[in-house]
Every structure is written in C-alpha cells, then in structure tokens.
C-alpha cells in the first residue's frame, strides 16, 4: 500500500544531526534528496523481499563452503532459481565473480531481515545480530523456502520508517567513505563496506511513486554511485 511519504527536508535535517551525533563529516548541501515533496512510498512485496533475502543467504553460504550441489538443489527445490540474477548465478554454480563481493551480502541479509521485522534493529555502529543466522533457512538441515516462510512470522516495516532510514544509509554511505578517505575514526564496528550493502538492500526494497521516480530497479540495477 502506497503511503505519502515524509516531507524529505525534515528527514533529512534529523539525518544530518544523527551524521553529528556520530562525529562523521557531513556531505555537501548540493547532497540530493531520497524523494521529493508530495512523493509517494511503499516497499516491495512481502514475499519478493523474502524471496531476495533467501537467495543472498545461499549466495553468502556459498562464499563459507556450502558445496555447488547443495546451493543449486536449494535454490531449485525452492523455486527460487528466477531470482536469482546472473552474476549470482555464475558465482553459485562456478564461483566466479568477486568472493569478497559476495561476502559483503551478509549485510544485505541484515537489512532485509530488518524490513522484515526479523531484526530488531539496523544500528550503522554495530555488526548484525548474532541471531540473524537463526532467522533465515536453515540450510545445513535441508529447510526449504516456503518451510522457512512457514515457521518465521515476519511482520514488515512500515514503508515511511523504512523511507527514513533509507535517507540516513543514503547520508551514511557518503560520509563512511569520506571518513576513510581521510582516515577519520569510524563510530563503530562496520565499514564503508556494510554500510553501501545496507543502503542496497534498502535502496532496492523501498518504492516511491511520484513524476521523477523510474520503475523500481532490479537488484543489479541499483545506483549506488550517487
């Protein structure tokens, strides 16, 4: 359901205190808005998000062992194999592409749980919940998608929540990296890195209607360059 969403000049000043609050540089005042006045919100289906999060645990399960067959077997016991995009696919069936890349999807994962109300916070200070691996399928034992999906109750973020912490990831990712550039101390336990892959999933999961708003990107498609 499409709900108005905040006015993005109000989100934005509690962004920049919070940039404050953790000692990081702030960006330019040319920094773009998320959305703009007047712009509707909503997030992607409940079980396109599940779908995604699924798919990026096998990809990470990959990167720590899990053997080709078993990812392969999962993903088509599943009927996840059409989510699944190329270059994940490549790298699943012949590990190919970048495995630190990959890697990095953990905190992917960890957003996605957030918007699925499967973790109770998403704190850029902290690493993701120990518990995380517990709340998505359970691999190892064979669980499929849709036994994964009957015993998690998820209950998904409300989409304007999810429009303000997309704006702060937004804040977040550039500041991350100014910080590292100039070799600042960083607030917490993550990186750059985590950063960008949270703002990806939240950049991905959260839709806003309105005249300057394109289709809603695929997961490859996902412009993290600005």
């Known amino acids: 359901m499409t709900k108005a969403a905040p006015d993005p000049r109000a989100v934005r000043e509690a962004s920049l205190d919070e940039l404050e609050r953790l000692a990081l540089p702030l960006p330019p005042q040319s920094f773009p808005l998320v959305w703009e006045p007047g712009d509707g919100v909503e997030l992607r289906r409940t079980t396109e998000i599940e779908a995604r999060a699924?798919?990026?645990?096998?990809?990470?399960?990959?990167?720590?062992?899990?053997?080709?067959?078993?990812?392969?077997?999962?993903?088509?016991?599943?009927?996840?194999?059409?989510?699944v995009t190329p270059p994940e696919w490549q790298f699943v069936t012949g590990a190919q592409g970048d495995h630190r890349s990959f890697v990095l999807h953990h905190d992917a994962v960890f957003a996605l749980a957030w918007l699925l109300g499967l973790s109770r916070h998403l704190d850029p200070t902290a690493r993701p919940e120990d518990r995380l691996m517990?709340?998505?399928?359970?691999?190892?034992?064979?669980?499929?998608?849709?036994?994964?999906?009957?015993?998690t109750l998820v209950a998904p973020r409300d989409a304007v929540e999810a429009a303000v912490l997309l704006d702060l990831y937004y804040c977040l990712d550039w500041a991350f990296q100014e910080a590292e550039r100039d070799g600042l101390a960083l607030p917490g336990e993550v990186g750059s890195n985590a950063?960008?892959?949270?703002?990806w999933a939240?950049?991905?999961?959260?839709?806003?209607?309105?005249?300057?708003?394109?289709r809603p990107p695929d997961?490859?498609?996902?412009?993290?360059?600005v």
């Open 134 to 151: 517990r709340v998505m399928p359970d691999l190892p034992s064979g669980e499929t998608f849709r036994e994964w999906r009957s015993r």
């Open 54 to 83: 699924a798919v990026l645990h096998v990809v990470v399960a990959r990167c720590f062992g899990m053997p080709t067959e078993l990812a392969m077997g999962w993903l088509l016991g599943s009927h996840l194999v059409e989510e």
């Open 195 to 199: 950063i960008g892959q949270r703002r």
């Open 202 to 214: 939240l950049e991905w999961a959260v839709v806003f209607r309105g005249p300057y708003h394109d």
């Open 219 to 225: 997961w490859e498609e996902v412009d993290l360059s």
